[in-house]
């Protein structure tokens, strides 16, 4: 008890506010150094990386100053923390304009105030380096040293509130104009977030004002909330930017960073908290205090990374509940998926089970390729493998083995497969596809006698090696396939994902001009580009991202009608692309099997009543592939007509 018996509460609660400013120090620079990897091409997150640096120096300087047993030294660092806090009100300007940016809703005003806001901040940093101006010299009065406010304190006061207010409106004016579920929960996350930042300056503020008229122990507990609330609103804060300027999907982006946090701050807090909270005695348990503080280090770093790593899959079946099935097969597979080189060293190691089984040193694995035959893997001298390969006998050999035993099929016995079948030098073993129907590669070894001759425990023990580098062989093939296809569609799953990243938001009130002129009409109607907007949004005609967030939203076709629409886009598109599709309604009565009704047929169909294909074709009296080609057609023809609408609207706007 005797080391702990001068402790008061103020040197308590001083280490508290010690070890969760630290806390926020790692969070900050890892969060840094996030943004500067991952997305650091969003503005977005340049303008939080900014706030972040900030927030760095003040609780930089927190962790430093108790340290500093020199006064002058002390007051140096309090003038130094106020870079951070003169910028701050700045960075939340420039912050907040580039959320409301995203919107689409650009100020050329904002942006001078921006720039203003940091011509400013950069005149405060001067000032309270230099000058007694904004702060002076105050108390060294550990653990709450501080600097008093000078003449033009108020004055910063008064811009700080300001800028925190005029940034906080800003980003609620964002979160308004955000249309979509996923944009305005990410939105609300910021807004609750947003004022970390400020929460971290606020005590600061505070001591420079107030701490002559009270004592530590509420200025520091005040400190420890704000640094509490902090911690957890810049993490907060961090997910929703980490989701701006990425091609990822959501899944992507959340396990990253939580993973992320967990492998890098949450183990660095661990490790300068024992770093820390470790008596300051002369022996632990017999050992030096710097030799039991390396253990404990070590042990925390290792059994830290051990913990991640172990949770990993319970942690990844928590956070993607609605995905658990789909990504218990995305790990099984990330396990399971063999490249080239495993599978080499998989039949390398078969062979020499092989080998050693019938106690012979040579054998090899041919497959073929667009020039021959191959070796895939070789025992032994690679000479007589590849010698092998080039001769006309693996022709051969690979030919007589190819069909399988017909015979044994014919009596319908179960022929023991895969087996080896003697020849002059080597024992073969043709490897085969699950079914049988397709030889995949031929396994050699070298011939121990001129007939097959194994007693049953090598027969057994032969033909699980031989089983294994069959199954080996044909997953290998099917794996190489489905790369293939990957490789193919991925040009298609990148610009998804580029589609999905790219959120769009309420369009801005200037009409977005996509025709100039009716001259435009033709060209425009041809695009592959504009036929697909046309297509994505009569797929979600009754609901979805493909209509509230298509292009077609900025049309001054579809201005018009969403002012008689109560400023509902949804509602505004299906009036537009009603309208369009009702333009190929012929005239007279209605048919369903007259081919000059059934373009506008499917469209209504298919479309306006939402039913599926197959009944579509059965009322048409006609094919489902038939019904897409057709499909295609009436979507081209309605694309046509909304640019002739469109145009029409341009012509009389000129006029």
């Not at 630290?22 to 500067?36: D, K, R």
């Not at 701490?211 to 929703?240: D, F, K, Q, R, T």
């Not at 998804?496 to 769009?504: D, F, K, M």
């Not at 592939?625 to 909304?642: F, I, N, P």
Request: proline share 5%.
């Amino acid at each position: 008890m005797s080391a702990f018996s001068g402790l008061t509460w103020p040197i308590i609660l001083s280490f508290a506010n010690l070890i969760l400013s630290t806390a926020i120090v790692i969070t900050a620079f890892s969060l840094l150094g996030y943004m500067l990897t991952r997305n650091f091409r969003s503005n977005v997150a340049q303008t939080f990386s900014v706030l972040l640096a900030c927030v760095l120096f003040v609780f930089a300087g927190d962790i430093v100053i108790p340290r500093v047993e020199n006064q002058s030294a002390v007051l140096i660092w309090l003038r130094v923390q106020w870079i951070g806090i003169a910028i701050v009100p700045a960075a939340y300007l420039h912050f907040s304009d580039a959320v409301l940016s995203t919107t689409r809703h650009f100020s050329t005003r904002r942006r001078i105030a921006v720039a203003g806001s940091y011509i400013f901040s950069a005149v405060l940093v001067v000032l309270a380096l230099f000058t007694d101006a904004l702060v002076y010299d105050g108390d060294f009065f550990p653990p709450v040293s501080h600097l008093s406010g000078g003449p033009l304190f108020p004055l910063f006061v008064a811009y700080f509130a300001a800028t925190a207010f005029y940034g906080a409106y800003n980003i609620i004016r964002a979160r308004r104009r955000c249309l979509t579920p996923a944009s305005r929960r990410r939105m609300t996350y910021l807004t609750l977030s947003f004022a970390a930042p400020g929460l971290g300056v606020f005590p600061y503020v505070i001591a420079a004002s107030l701490v002559e008229h009270l004592s530590p122990i509420p200025v520091l507990l005040l400190s420890m909330a704000a640094n509490c609330i902090v911690g957890a609103m810049l993490v907060v804060m961090a997910y929703s930017v980490a989701y701006y300027g990425v091609l990822s999907p959501d899944r992507v982006v959340k396990h990253d960073l939580i993973h992320y946090l967990l492998r890098g701050p949450v183990v660095g807090i661990a490790v300068i908290a024992v770093m820390l909270v470790m008596p300051r005695v002369e022996l632990i348990l017999g050992l030096p205090r710097d030799t039991a503080l390396i253990f404990a280090v070590v042990g925390v770093i290792v059994l830290g990374q051990l913990a991640v790593s172990a949770a990993k899959p319970w942690l990844d079946r928590l956070i993607f509940r609605q995905d658990r099935e789909e990504l218990s097969w995305i790990q099984i597979l990330d396990s399971r998926l063999l490249t080239s080189s495993d599978l080499r060293q998989f039949l390398l190691n078969v062979l020499i089970g092989l080998c050693e089984l019938l106690r012979v040193d040579t054998g090899f694995v041919l497959v073929q390729t667009a020039d021959g035959f191959g070796v895939e893997a070789t025992i032994g001298p690679e000479a007589v493998a590849q010698r092998f390969a080039a001769t006309s006998e693996a022709q051969a050999t690979w030919q007589a083995l190819a069909p399988r035993n017909q015979v044994a099929e014919d009596s319908g016995e179960t022929e023991p497969d895969p087996h080896f079948v003697a020849d002059t030098d080597f024992w073969f073993c043709p490897l085969r596809s699950q079914d049988g129907e397709r030889m995949l590669g031929l396994l050699a070894v070298r011939a121990r006698s001129r007939t097959v001759e194994l007693d049953d425990p090598e027969r057994a023990e032969a033909n699980a090696l031989l089983a294994q580098a069959a199954a080996a062989l044909a997953d290998r093939y099917v794996q190489q396939g489905v790369f293939a296809t990957l490789q193919s569609i991925l040009p298609d799953l990148e610009r998804i994902q580029e589609w999905r990243s790219a959120l769009r938001f309420a369009p801005s009130p200037e009409p977005v001009e996509i025709l100039q002129g009716p001259e435009d009409v033709a060209g425009l109607a041809e695009e592959g580009s504009w036929q697909q907007w046309v297509k994505d949004a009569l797929s979600h005609y009754w609901g979805g991202p493909k209509l509230t967030e298509n292009p077609l939203t900025g049309l001054q076709l579809v201005r018009r009608t969403l002012a008689a629409e109560d400023g509902n886009i949804p509602r505004a598109m299906r009036v537009v692309l009603r309208a369009a599709i009702e333009r190929q309604r012929p005239a007279g009565d209605r048919k369903l099997t007259a081919s000059e009704w059934l373009l506008y047929n499917i469209l209504e169909m298919r479309f306006l009543q939402g039913q599926r294909v197959r009944d579509i074709a059965n009322r048409l009296a006609m094919s489902e592939s038939d019904l897409y080609r057709k499909q295609r057609t009436a979507v081209a023809e309605v694309a046509k007509t909304l640019a002739e609408m469109e145009a029409e609207i341009v012509r009389e706007k000129g006029e």
